[in-house]
């Protein structure tokens, strides 16, 4: 299962698209807040697939996205958020305990713009960057196994 992670395209929607057409194979889309609405005319490309889109502290309370979502990806449990609400521009420890709180071995989050993967006691956190950067990330799951990296648009 090949999962599209999206975060913070505030509005830069060629850059979105281009890269919804570049991973238009992607089994699942997870858009990490923050342009959250940018997603609504991108019908072509999600299509016939799972999207989810979480709210982030730039999203206004006309769209109801939940702040958090904890789902499973095959045998993967993960939780995906913006950011804002565990204070990830503070630090991580917030995110890591609320994931580890809820057995989840991923914690998807945005806000900060900046890449990031790191492992704590079986709890990897990742960052995919920011959209309007031209940057997004790759999950890739097979059963109980994942693979996490970093992509921009022009690689």
């Known amino acids: 299962m090949k999962i599209l992670i999206l975060s913070d395209s505030h509005g830069f929607s060629q850059e979105l698209e281009a890269i919804l057409k570049k991973e238009r194979n992607a089994d699942m889309i997870i858009h990490l807040g923050d ?7 991108m019908n072509e490309y999600t299509a016939f697939k799972p999207v989810y889109q979480i709210k982030g502290n730039c999203d206004t309370s006309a769209y109801n996205f939940p702040l958090r979502l904890i789902s499973y990806a095959e045998k993967v449990k993960f939780l995906a958020c913006h950011g804002h609400a ?3 521009k503070l630090g991580l420890s917030s995110l ?10 991923v914690a998807l989050y945005g806000h900060t713009h900046i890449v ?9 956190l990742f960052n995919p ?13 097979t059963g109980e196994r994942f693979t996490l990296k970093h992509c921009k648009i022009d690689e």
């Open 129 to 141: 960057g920011s959209i309007m950067n031209g940057k997004y990330g790759i999950m890739e799951v």
């Open 86 to 88: 565990y204070n990830v």
């Open 35 to 41: 342009g959250g609405k940018d997603m609504f005319d």
């Open 116 to 124: 990031n993967i790191e492992e704590y006691d079986g709890v990897t």
């Open 96 to 105: 890591y305990y609320a994931a580890k709180e809820e057995e989840c071995a």
